[in-house]
């Protein structure tokens, strides 16, 4: 049993942190900037209420941010302007934290971003205990990597016509605004090579357990581009951990921090941890507010590209980056109608 003044203590700092945010969002409004006080804030007090912070958060969000009317959603994801077939996934979203869609990439979608991801150069990130110069580029050469993990710059990322028309997806963007409950913002692009460069997991590759806390509320969609099998780092999570409460206690006290996994299996059971091993193509939507990491890579190779759907730009600030002129007509159509979806990058 805690103590009343351990209880009385925690409570202080919840209305501290509360108040924080409040002033911080406040700010937040009227240059839209998010103060790093406020953002940390958010942080802690996600972990001294176990989450319920970001749901009230969230919920007054939603009451402003009112949804788009898409009309036809079908997509690369399925007809998600049926809601039989949207409330399933936003169901096992809520109930679990992640959804697997029946429906793939196309072959020839995952052929040509291949291509593209073997002769466009992309930044090499440092390990643990590896330092690479700030900034390095190199076009990934399968088979003889130089980092642990290489990634695409959203810059040129959003100069690929492919990318563009996933982004123009409304499948996605309904699924998310369901999920969210408010109009969403597309407001993270990325792609990545994981490696066998090392044989011991890396926190900067992110292959030990943690939870992201960028803003209030989000929904990432991962899309393999290449077969994934125990070898090649499959994406894990842990079922569950996204809910409010879905975290214990003893985890949250170390804060933004990364998790080995020991001390994830001495709170969950193993069968609680699923590993996304799929083919090509595959399609993960994850509310990763619940604990997950992709696996260490044993042998070959990784490739994921990720869009991220957020009900609020408040919280950590992304360097701005321009979508440029050169457009898909099917992005400059949905520009044209929910210009909000893609504020980030005009």
């Known amino acids: ?22 002033v911080g969002f406040g700010w937040y409004l009227v240059t839209k900037k998010t103060p790093a006080f406020a953002y940390q804030s958010m942080i802690r007090l996600f972990c001294l209420t176990s989450g319920r912070s970001n749901d009230w958060i969230s919920k007054s969000i939603g009451f402003f941010k009112r949804p788009y009317r898409f009309g036809d959603a079908t997509g690369v994801i399925g007809d998600m302007s049926d809601p039989a077939v949207r409330d399933r996934a936003v169901g096992a979203l809520r109930e679990s934290g992640f959804y697997l869609f029946q429906q793939r990439l196309s072959a020839e979608m995952c052929d040509r971003l291949l291509q593209y991801a073997t002769t466009q150069a992309c930044e090499l990130r440092q390990t643990d205990d590896q330092r690479i110069a700030a900034g390095r580029e190199a ?29 123009a997806d409304l499948s996605f963007a309904d699924l998310a605004q369901s999920y969210l409950g408010a109009r969403p913002t597309i407001d993270a692009l990325s792609m990545w090579w994981s490696t066998d460069y090392s044989d011991q997991p890396d926190a900067q590759a992110a292959q030990f357990f ?43 006290k170390k804060r933004y921090a990364r998790l080995s996994d020991e001390e994830v299996t001495r709170c969950y059971d193993r069968t609680d941890i699923t590993e996304m091993i799929a083919p090509r193509g595959t399609i993960l939507a994850e509310d990763t507010r619940g604990l997950h990491k992709g696996k260490i ?6 490739l994921i590209l990720q869009i991220q759907f957020s009900n609020s730009l408040f919280g950590a600030r992304y360097p701005k980056v321009s979508m440029g002129s050169d457009l898909t007509p099917n992005l400059q159509n949905q520009i044209r109608h929910y210009p909000a979806l893609y504020s980030i990058y005009l």
């Open 210 to 252: 943690h939870f992201d806390m960028d803003r209030p509320k989000w929904l990432k969609f991962f899309i393999y581009l290449t077969d994934v099998n125990p070898d090649n780092g499959p994406h894990s999570f842990v079922v569950g951990s996204h809910r409010s409460g879905g975290i214990p206690r003893t985890l949250l």
């Open 297 to 302: 890579v044993t042998g070959g190779d990784r």
């Open 1 to 22: 049993m805690r103590s009343t003044f351990s209880i009385l203590r925690q409570a202080l700092e919840a209305v501290a942190y509360a108040t924080m945010v409040a």
């Open 139 to 167: 076009v990934y050469v399968r088979g003889r990597p130089e980092a642990v993990r290489y990634d695409f710059k959203s810059y040129d990322l959003l100069r690929n016509p492919d990318v563009q028309n996933l982004i």
